[in-house]
């Protein structure tokens, strides 16, 4: 299980990554916080997007990986997806951080990979965050939109 320094650091990357999503969000608002190795991929019939690079948190805390997903018109960001691992992040570590959510979805099924989320609106953005497993214990997506968006 994470140490409250890691759930910590999870959260604070979670805000100051959405926080340049406000509606209309556009890829310049978040090449700062691109890595260098983030590379743009283009695939046919999905929306183009910007894949992201291992980054360490607090080790061994990390993102895995992750996408910015852009418009079609490749101007505006869509969503962004960070893939969560090394250590677990629970329910009840982000809940006390964040509050009640404002968006619960249950898993659709009992498989592994289905996921609960839980979605915190700010005035500017959607966190949300996925917990799969059987029991739903660990982040291991967090997923951020901007607030003209549906929560995921």
């Known amino acids: 299980m994470a140490d409250d320094v890691q759930a910590d650091r999870l959260v604070e990357l979670t805000r100051s990554w959405g926080a340049p999503l406000p509606r209309a969000a556009r890829p310049e608002d978040l090449r700062a916080m691109l890595p260098a190795t983030a590379a743009v991929i283009e695939t046919p019939y999905a929306l183009p997007g910007i894949t992201l690079p291992p980054v360490a948190l607090s080790p061994p805390l990390r993102i895995t990986g992750g996408i910015v997903l852009l418009q079609a018109d490749r101007q505006h960001v869509h969503s962004v997806r960070l893939d969560v691992g090394g250590v677990c992040v629970t329910r009840r570590q982000i809940v006390q951080r964040q509050a009640a959510p404002a968006h619960v979805l249950p898993p659709s099924g009992h498989a592994p990979e289905q996921a609960l989320t839980l979605s915190y609106p700010a005035p500017d953005r959607w966190v949300s965050y996925l917990f799969p497993g059987l ?18």
Do not use: G, M
């Not at 029991?135 to 995921?152: F, G, N, Q, R, Y």
């Open 135 to 152: 029991h739903h214990t660990c982040v291991a997506e967090v997923i951020l939109k901007p607030a003209d968006a549906s929560p995921p």
